[in-house]
């Protein structure tokens, strides 16, 4: 027994080790911009690797149903607190395994099988979980999907309106994963006041602009409001619901715990509470308004460099690129960026006549970049690098230019020495 209690990772299990360090050096040596992904701190890590993993903790604090729940209540507790000081509401459940989770937990609390609800499409920045009809959420239920205008690629709210007038959905939804533009919880709430629909906000994406002041708050405008954690929120990967109604208080805990999940991941749930701390700091109101100016630096420097910006520009940490007039697919640029040092996924923009597997976007994103430190001036050295491999993809294909990409994985190599991850690692 005493390797099972000493021996470390690399004894242990030497293949998981040399996973696990040379993602760590793919982390380090690769400027990430994923809008969805971002660089967790040493302390988030930590307690996400703590000895809670050990720990059943079905129920909620204080009403448990298992014994030896004392400093598991003690986590939650604080979790808890922190993400209604955090956001401003009255109500918080911690425990969602992830996003797809939480949202899932709503429906379950709310709908039934065949009710209609509202969200926006996939193909013009929505989630598989707002009514994608592979997901559950498309499935079970009856979706009705708004989008964005041909003209500008945004939102138009008087037709999200006449949609709800039409369909009288029981529960809308606002946010998404790949909009880049301020969402006006206001004229929601009116719409959903019209029709007398539940209002629910998923702000995955921009919780730690909200949390930072970089974006308006979804309350007090929405009924619920849903979020990962691990986006700009910047903790480990896991969800959150919120909300201010008491009258939501039963059906929503009972929807995460029995209805969803058995025993919370109190380990993650130790990490939420980390994460919720280092975002209640002035620091990170800091972060988040730089994680917006950095994206807009670098959507400039992406257009000042002939790629084209979907809806003209971004509001918040993320952007659409359309590679359409370089003839350039996202699954190619993707890989050919990755080649280069610079990690992004394919993504469709709205209207897009490429596969989902192919698509003719790619999606940018600013919450890694701006943990590491890099500032305006970085982002706009990005910008040019993204158009300079993009060029090469236009001239020779997938394969791309290869002189070119070697010549970037130099300069991305100089960025990250600058402003490592992990130094200590």
């Not at 729940?69 to 956001?87: H, P, S």
């Not at 709503?106 to 598989?128: E, K, R």
């Not at 029981?170 to 007398?196: H, Q």
Request: proline share 5%; net charge negative; glycine share 10%.
């Amino acid at each position: 027994m005493d390797s099972f209690w000493n021996d470390d990772l690399a004894t242990a299990d030497p293949e998981i080790a040399a996973a696990i360090g040379n993602e760590l050096a793919r982390q380090q040596d690769k400027i990430e911009l994923i809008a969805s992904e971002n660089i967790a701190s040493k302390a988030v890590l930590e307690a996400t690797g703590s000895v809670f993993t050990n720990k059943y903790a079905e129920g909620y604090p204080g009403k448990r149903y298992y014994g030896g729940c004392d400093y598991a209540d003690v986590v939650e507790t604080l979790a808890i607190d922190r993400a209604k000081e955090l956001f401003g509401c009255e109500f918080a459940n911690v425990q969602p395994n992830s996003g797809s989770q939480m949202n899932q937990a709503v429906f379950l609390a709310l709908l039934q099988p065949g009710d209609t609800f509202m969200g926006l499409d996939l193909n013009s920045g929505g989630h598989l979980t707002h009514g994608s009809p592979v997901n559950m959420s498309g499935k079970w239920f009856n979706p009705v999907s708004y989008g964005v205008r041909a003209e500008d690629e945004l939102i138009d709210m008087d037709a999200v309106a006449a949609t709800a007038r039409e369909h009288k959905p029981k529960l809308i939804i606002c946010g998404g994963t790949a909009y880049s533009r301020t969402w006006d919880f206001s004229a929601f709430r009116a719409i959903a006041d019209e029709v007398g629909a539940i209002l629910l906000c998923d702000m995955s994406h921009i919780s730690g602009l909200v949390a930072g002041g970089a974006h308006p708050s979804p309350f007090p405008h929405c009924d619920i409001v849903t979020s990962t954690t691990h986006k700009s929120l910047r903790g480990p990967r896991s969800g959150i619901i919120l909300w201010n109604d008491e009258k939501f208080t039963k059906p929503l805990n009972m929807a995460v715990f029995p209805g969803l999940q058995g025993g919370p991941l109190m380990h993650v749930v130790a990490a939420k509470a980390v994460a919720f701390r280092e975002a209640l700091t002035p620091e990170f109101k800091s972060y988040s308004h730089r994680i917006v100016e950095n994206a807009r630096a670098l959507a400039a420097s992406l257009e000042e460099n002939d790629l084209r910006i979907v809806s003209g520009g971004t509001d918040n940490h993320s952007m659409l690129v359309d590679l359409t007039a370089k003839d350039v697919t996202g699954k190619d640029a993707e890989k050919g960026l990755d080649r280069a040092w610079l990690t992004c996924n394919k993504n469709g923009i709205p209207f897009d006549t490429r596969s989902p597997f192919v698509t003719s976007g790619i999606r940018l994103g600013t919450p890694a970049g701006t943990t590491r430190g890099f500032g305006p001036a970085e982002f706009r050295v990005i910008g040019k690098l993204i158009a300079e491999v993009v060029d090469g993809l236009a001239k020779n294909g997938a394969e791309g230019d290869i002189q070119v990409e070697e010549s970037v994985r130099g300069r991305v190599a100089d960025l990250c020495s600058a402003f490592p991850v992990y130094p200590n690692a």
